[in-house]
């Protein structure tokens, strides 16, 4: 399955050891739209991850709410429209919000518009909060 999701380019104004970007296009490319949920060791902390405020601390945790936003969404792409990246703390350590669409499973054409709020500490995701807009 080919992902849909918009490229966008990042300027960084140092080079990292950890290209944020990436790793935010690539989570949602094997998360959300391939719904590879065995790659979530990847991308989330191994600790608690703080998940629409919800504490988890164990993978299946964290996937089963994964799959229970996927049951909305479907099969339908995440398309990315905006990524903001901000480096907090240490150099790996991130705030990201992600603006994205999709058209909901049986709406038609009908595009949802959603916001995810991330908090990144040494390459890893560790509080994620999903909005959706409407």
């Known amino acids: ?6 490229l ?6 140092t080079l990292l050891s950890f290209e944020i970007t990436s790793f935010i296009y690539e989570f949602y490319n094997h998360i959300w739209n391939q719904h590879k949920l065995d790659k979530i060791p990847l991308y989330y902390d191994d600790n ?7 504490k988890l601390t164990m993978y299946e945790e964290i996937k089963a709410e994964i799959n229970r936003n996927l049951i909305n969404i479907g099969s339908n792409p995440l398309i990315i429209d905006t990524l903001t990246c901000n480096q907090s703390g240490e150099s790996n350590d991130w705030d990201v919000t992600a603006v994205w669409k999709t058209i909901l499973s049986g ?3 009908n595009y949802t518009l959603g916001i995810t709020h991330f908090q990144i500490c040494n390459g890893k995701i560790t509080k994620e909060i999903i909005t959706f807009v409407n």
């Open 1 to 6: 399955m080919q992902s849909k999701l918009a």
């Open 8 to 13: 966008e380019i990042y300027k960084q104004t």
């Open 48 to 54: 608690i991850v703080l998940y629409n405020n919800k």
């Open 107 to 109: 709406k038609g054409c």
